[in-house]
């Protein structure tokens, strides 16, 4: 089971022969994920690492059964990747790519949604479930295979928490990451809800930042819908209002979408948070001894 | 990206939105210029990319051109909210009826621009917003749908507006305030307050204006916009290298990979009983030259006593990273301890690395935790020698 990618992921990767692509295009194969084409308009007939390329995403459905697309494609070319991979049927998108304009990714979103597409990013590291699939540039050596589920708007903090879980034995069944771009095509209610329905998956981790209303929606959903228990680390507490830091989404606007907000509003729903991320670690860990 | 108001208001006027005549100054004698251009009464209005102008004194009425210019030597130079005035908008002297309020902001939680309308207007918008919520109109547009006269006309009969003239006028203004967020790909635009004359017209009397950075590569006029001089000089240097930074008042440098790794280390230090200095994210890659560029920036800033340099590799290679360190070490002067901690992605290679080369001032610790410690330990120590 696990969540969004899998063994029966047939990955087509868009913007293979760059070189984000063309580094972790061949990385996620070798992780034993099928990568099974990759398309580069003008590029077609090429070969990567053993890959084939093609010109469209239609062509490389038609040729390999590509289900999932991952997009390594430029800022400004990525929104007509994503209307593309959705055009040509792919059921599942993870946009890596970053620098999207905001206006845009609304157009795509509810393209995406409208079409039973399900998309991660853009600006993420994509999903990884340890021993199935990796679909992404998360560093897939700093996981386990397990069954805690682990959803963050960040790359490198998922990384960091990912090890700090490794370190004292748990692993994980998927680890997501869904962007951290204002607009993004799945929020954490969206992975909330498939780590529910996943049994493979017996509690989740939910890792936040400043900026957006995504974790206090998540809040109010964990304690209406969610059996699982649901732990979270938020970032930002330290950070300055008006000021973005580094992701687009991570600003505080007035006095909106500060982490102690975000922490307060988690733990009124019963949701345990962890102030670093080594505690958030040790709190599943406890739980799970407990539990 | 934030516009001043006689920016917001250039890009108003482009898309039909009506404004008052005004003109730009950077002195008390081009304020006179241009106050004796537009002829009579004249408002002196303060450019900072900061709200509470008006409370500061950065907003006076000037009889004539003399005393224009006179308010201009009052205003330049002032300090608002720690905005240096460098520029007033001399703009010709509005009578005003009634202040209403409209805006049209990105609603990331709907997916969906939204509307926000008030007879209320001219007051804080939050406080409207928290005492009389029945006051604030508050309106999505599908954004696959666009706007429709339809909008407009709920807009004016849900906000009260009783004059058909002035709900004509509102309602037209909202269809080209649509186009203009739209067509500019602004995050927010807002006229606090949208004037009605006595007259009778409906005009924009201020305007706040943030645009996506994003999508700044398609409006080249807008990107000239940006007034490098409004940001501290740190930050300056930072786009220029094309390093990703914000100034914060501390004492230890941070340095890491990834924006939420990077406040999440901002947080570690404050927990452990330091102040960060900065944030400053590599992003994804993380060249040498990168390294060395956000060496620079980071230690150009007189607070900072040490450095902690925090990396979990995942596109960014470790190894990468250690050159940069090394590299950054050889070629420029860097006084301050430096603390790393390198995990993920050929985290083994770089620490080798570090090791071998063992630079006198650089120490590596296992754990994020730890290597904080070790930083907030070493910036104390710094303050205490000097």
């Known amino acids: 089971m696990a969540i969004l990618v899998d063994s029966e992921t047939r990955l087509v990767v868009q913007g293979l022969t760059g070189s984000e692509g063309s580094f972790h295009g061949p990385r996620n194969k070798a992780y034993g994920t099928q990568v099974v084409a990759g398309v580069t308009p003008g590029k077609g007939g090429q070969e990567v690492d053993g890959i084939p390329v093609f010109d469209g995403v239609a062509e490389a459905v038609a040729e390999t059964g590509a289900n999932t697309s991952m997009i390594f494609v430029p800022a400004r070319f990525a929104i007509d990747a994503i209307y593309e991979a959705v055009d040509a049927g792919i059921h599942t998108i993870a946009c890596i790519s970053e620098g999207l304009p905001a206006h845009e990714m609304l157009g795509a979103y509810w393209h995406v949604r409208g079409e039973g597409a399900r998309m991660i990013g853009p600006n993420c590291p994509g999903a990884l479930s340890p021993g199935k699939a990796n679909v992404g540039i998360i560093p897939a050596e700093v996981f386990a295979e397990g069954s805690v589920g682990l959803v963050s708007r960040s790359g490198t903090l998922t990384y960091q928490i990912g090890h700090e879980l490794a370190q004292r034995g748990l692993g994980n069944s998927t680890i997501v990451g869904i962007g951290g771009d204002p607009v993004v095509g799945s929020s954490f209610v969206d992975v909330l809800a498939l780590f529910e329905a996943d049994p493979e998956t017996e509690s989740v981790v939910m890792v936040g930042e400043i900026g957006g209303e995504e974790e206090e929606k998540a809040a109010r959903y964990i304690e209406r819908e969610m059996s699982k228990p649901v732990f979270a680390y938020i970032a930002g507490f330290t950070a300055p209002p008006g000021k973005t830091m580094g992701h687009a989404g991570a600003i505080i606007s007035g006095s909106s979408g500060t982490a102690q907000a975000k922490k307060d509003a988690l733990e009124a729903c019963g949701v345990r948070v962890g102030t670093t991320p080594t505690e958030v670690a040790e709190l599943v860990v406890a739980a799970a001894a407990s539990g | ?386």
Not at chain 2, 180 to 194: K, Q, T, Y
Request: glycine share 12%; net charge negative; proline share 4%.
């Open chain 2, 1 to 386: 990206m934030d516009l001043y108001e006689y920016q917001g208001k250039e890009l108003f006027a482009h898309y039909g939105i009506p404004v008052s005549d005004g003109g730009l100054a950077a002195t008390p004698e081009e304020a006179r210029v241009a106050a004796e251009e537009l002829g009579g009464q004249v408002v002196v209005k303060a450019q900072v990319l900061t709200g509470g102008r008006g409370k500061a004194g950065g907003i006076k009425l000037a009889e004539d051109a003399s005393e224009a210019e006179a308010r201009a030597r009052d205003i330049l130079g002032m300090d608002i909210r720690g905005h240096v005035v460098r520029k007033v908008w001399i703009e010709k002297a509005s009578e005003i009826a009634k202040e209403y309020y409209l805006s049209l902001t990105f609603d990331r939680g709907e997916k969906k621009p939204l509307f926000m309308f008030t007879t209320q207007g001219g007051v804080d918008i939050e406080e409207v917003a928290a005492e009389h919520p029945e006051a604030l109109v508050r309106l999505h547009v599908d954004p696959r749908v666009g706007f429709q006269p339809f909008h407009g006309r709920r807009l004016t009969q849900e906000g009260g507006v009783a004059d058909a003239g002035e709900a004509k006028q509102i309602q037209a203004l909202a269809g080209k305030l649509y186009g203009c967020f739209v067509g500019s790909d602004a995050l927010l635009c807002e006229m606090n307050p949208l004037i009605v004359t006595p007259a009778g017209e409906v005009r924009a009397l201020d305007s706040k204006f943030t645009v996506d950075d994003n999508a700044l590569y398609k409006h080249p006029h807008i990107a000239e916009m940006r007034d490098l001089e409004a940001y501290p000089p740190e930050e300056r240097a930072a786009r220029e290298k094309g390093v990703t930074y914000v100034k914060l008042d501390g004492e230890v440098g941070i340095l890491g990979n990834g924006a939420g790794l990077v406040m999440s280390t901002l947080d570690v230090i404050a927990i452990v009983g330091g102040r960060p200095a900065n944030f400053c994210d590599l992003g994804g890659g993380g060249s040498a030259e990168g390294v060395v560029d956000a060496l620079e920036v980071i230690t150009a800033d007189p607070q900072v006593q040490s450095i902690f340099f925090n990396i979990f590799g995942g596109i960014t290679r470790c190894d990468e990273v250690a050159r940069g360190i090394l590299q950054a070490l050889e070629q420029i002067d860097i006084a301050q301890s430096i603390v790393v901690r390198l995990d993920g992605t050929n985290a083994e290679e770089g620490r080798r690395m570090l090791q071998e080369a063992a630079p006198p001032n650089l120490h590596t610790e296992p754990t994020m935790l730890d290597a904080a410690r070790r930083a907030v330990e070493l910036a104390g120590e710094t303050v205490e020698v000097a």
